[in-house]
C-alpha cells in the first residue's frame, strides 16, 4: 500500500525556516514526479512546488519563488521543501503527493485531481 508521510511541521516566526519531508513507501519512486501542496483554512489547496524523477526540473508557485526550494532523493524514496523567510501567510497544511511522470510533462503539475496519492498533511504555523 502507498502511503506517503509527511513529517516536519512545527511552529516558527516570521522570517524563519523549516524543512518538511516526506517519505512514500511502497511506491516506484523514480517513476513519479511529485509535489507539495498546502491548504490553508477556507482556501483551495494549492501547489507550491513540484519536481520531476531527476530533481533536474521543478517548478514553483509565484508565491514562495526564492524561498522554497524542492529536492529528492530517490534511494531514499524521499521528497523535501526547504522553506526559508517564512511569511505569516504560508500558514496552512501541507501534502506531498504522487504524481505519474507523464502528467508532469504534460504541465499538469498544478492540479491536484492529477496526484495518485496523498499523504496525511503536516501543519506549518507562521507567528507574526
Known amino acids: 500500500q502507498v502511503q506517503p508521510v509527511e513529517s516536519g511541521g512545527g511552529l516558527v516566526q516570521a522570517g524563519g525556516s523549516l524543512r518538511l519531508s516526506c517519505a512514500a513507501s511502497?511506491?516506484?519512486?523514480?517513476?513519479?514526479?511529485m509535489g507539495w501542496f498546502r491548504q490553508a483554512p477556507g482556501k483551495q489547496r494549492e501547489c507550491v512546488a513540484a519536481?520531476?524523477?531527476?530533481?533536474?526540473?521543478?517548478v514553483y508557485a509565484e508565491s514562495v519563488k526564492g524561498r522554497f526550494t524542492i529536492s529528492r532523493a530517490n534511494a531514499k524514496n524521499s521528497v523535501y521543501l526547504q522553506m526559508n523567510s517564512l511569511k505569516t501567510e504560508d500558514t496552512a497544511v501541507y501534502y506531498c503527493?504522487?504524481?505519474?511522470?507523464?502528467?508532469?510533462?504534460?504541465?499538469?503539475?498544478?492540479?491536484?485531481?492529477?496526484?495518485?496519492?496523498w499523504g496525511q498533511g503536516t501543519q506549518v504555523t507562521v507567528s507574526s
Open positions: 519536481i520531476d524523477w531527476s530533481g533536474a526540473n521543478t
Open positions: 503527493a504522487a504524481q505519474p511522470l507523464g502528467k508532469y510533462y504534460s504541465g499538469r503539475y498544478s492540479y491536484p485531481y492529477e496526484y495518485d496519492y
Open positions: 511502497g511506491l516506484r519512486f523514480s517513476t513519479y514526479a
